[in-house]
């Protein structure tokens, strides 16, 4: 089966313009995860969605970043203002619902991620 | 917030048992520690998730002490394509964040 995608799969941009990345779950994933990795760094966690809702958004580096997910499906990842140190691969996954506290949570499925280059 | 650290990198030859130590000192009870392992240019794929003492499937086994501070990933036999990153990950229940680690370069030499 079709496994977690993301759209554009590379993006350049100029500095100050705004760039919208995609990610489109697993189907019947209603968790739905977003991190960036800077080259040659580890992965910074920005958000998880459990169906359409986020419960912390503390995660997104600055109120340039926002996420939405609609229809407990598609998700998009905006950036405005793009800044140089925003270059980065953004990084999606989906897994199946967590089961609540006390309770392993399922493993993470990622996406290709998106090569974001900001000149 | 919970922080992981993790040692930059590890060599190992071909064959060779390699085990990865993943520190958490902050680590809440209702965590969860999972591994992951990635290639250049790919997404992280899984590999093995616990919560205490050992847990193995058909690629790795993760053991987990009694205070849960630490993990440490074993790869049995290692071979060239195991050459990755590896990242352990929490999974911070009460806080909805999810904290990885540093990632631990491993290279396997013939």
């Known amino acids: 089966g079709a496994g977690v995608s993301q759209s554009p799969s590379n993006k350049v941009t100029e500095k100050g313009k705004d760039v919208e990345l995609r990610c489109d779950p697993i189907s019947g994933h209603t968790a739905l995860y977003w991190y960036r990795q800077s080259l040659g760094q580890g992965l910074e966690f920005l958000i998880y969605f459990q169906g359409n809702s986020a419960p912390d958004k503390s995660g997104l580096p600055s109120d340039r970043f926002s996420a939405e997910r609609t229809g407990g499906s598609v998700s998009t990842l905006t950036i405005q203002r793009t800044q140089q140190e925003d270059s980065a691969v953004y990084l999606c996954a989906s897994s199946f619902p967590t089961s609540g506290s006390g309770s392993s949570y399922n493993e993470q499925f990622f996406g290709p991620g998106t090569r974001l280059t900001v000149l | ?54 847990v193995t ?39 909805d964040k999810l904290i990885f680690g540093t990632g631990t370069r491993l290279q396997v030499f013939p």
């Open chain 2, 1 to 54: 917030l919970a922080k992981t650290t993790q040692p930059i990198s590890m060599d190992s030859y071909e064959g060779q048992e390699v085990n990865i130590t993943c520190s958490h000192n902050n680590i809440a009870t209702n965590d969860y520690i999972t591994w992951y392992q990635q290639f250049p240019s790919q997404g992280p794929r899984f590999i093995i998730q616990g919560y205490k003492t050992k």
């Open chain 2, 57 to 95: 499937n058909e690629v790795a086994s993760l053991f987990i002490p009694a205070d849960r501070k630490s993990s440490t990933l074993s790869l049995p036999r290692v071979s060239l394509s195991d050459t990755a990153v590896y990242y352990c990950l929490v999974d911070l229940r009460n806080t």
